[in-house]
């Protein structure tokens, strides 16, 4: 099946700071998404974004479907921005479901 | 307000024992799916179902059960063949494969 792999694994900024996180897959997708978990472990939805850029606020997401890799960029950090951030992709054969990677580890100190 | 309910919060099961997780959905999507989370990991697929009376196996079946008797309902049962049951448990719900997903909070599921 589709593998994922997200970079850093963890990340230390403070307050302020800008950052980019990296998600690579191993095959096309259809289908591509960026969650927030806080702290209760509710799965956030941050972009729906199979391909193109798109930006909400301090956030922003661009994938490079034909490269295989999506990047978030997190601007301005805040210290509710801290948890962890999953990407999923799906591939449009196969079977259906998204594929999550192990996250990236945010912490915003203040 | 339109969403994905799972219910309950928090659930402890002794060893031995089948216990049933709720999730309901009224956003009228057509594919519900069941992932499980340890600790520091990512999600992983248990099961899905594309269409009522449907539902197909993910990469972590074993041990599990679901029914899909209405569109809004997905209930699973973790059984006691579950070797390791304690993990959190999410629901999930979307219109079609190439539409947006979205998850209810979550039950965690202690064995004691």
């Known amino acids: 099946g589709i593998q994922v792999e997200q970079s850093p694994p963890d990340l230390i900024l403070q307050e302020g700071a800008n950052s980019t996180l990296r998600c690579n897959f191993s095959d096309s997708v259809n289908n591509l998404q960026w969650f927030h978990q806080n702290p209760w472990g509710q799965l956030i939805n941050l972009f729906y974004?199979?391909?193109g850029t798109k930006q909400n606020g301090r956030l922003s997401a661009t994938t490079v479907a034909t490269e295989r890799y999506s990047l978030l960029y997190i601007s301005s950090s805040q210290t509710t921005d801290s948890g962890v951030y999953f990407c999923a992709v799906a591939s449009g054969g196969g079977a259906d479901g998204l594929t999550f990677g192990k996250g990236t580890h945010l912490i915003i100190q203040p | 307000d339109g969403g994905i309910t799972q219910s309950p919060k928090y659930l402890f099961r002794k060893e031995g024992q089948n216990v049933t997780l709720s999730c309901e959905q009224n956003?009228?999507?057509?594919?519900m799916y069941w992932y499980r989370q340890d600790p520091g990991q990512g999600l992983r697929l248990i099961y899905y179902s594309q269409i009522v009376n449907d539902f197909q196996k993910g990469d972590i079946a074993e041990g599990y059960s679901v029914s899909r008797e209405k569109k809004e309902s997905f209930p699973l049962t973790v059984t006691s063949a579950q070797k390791n049951p304690t993990a959190f448990y999410l629901c999930?719900?979307?219109?079609?494969?190439?539409?947006?997903?979205?998850f209810g909070q979550g039950t965690r599921l202690t064995v004691v």
């Open positions: 974004i199979p391909s």
């Open positions: 999930a719900s979307r219109m079609t494969r190439e539409t947006e997903a979205f």
């Open positions: 956003l009228n999507h057509d594919a």
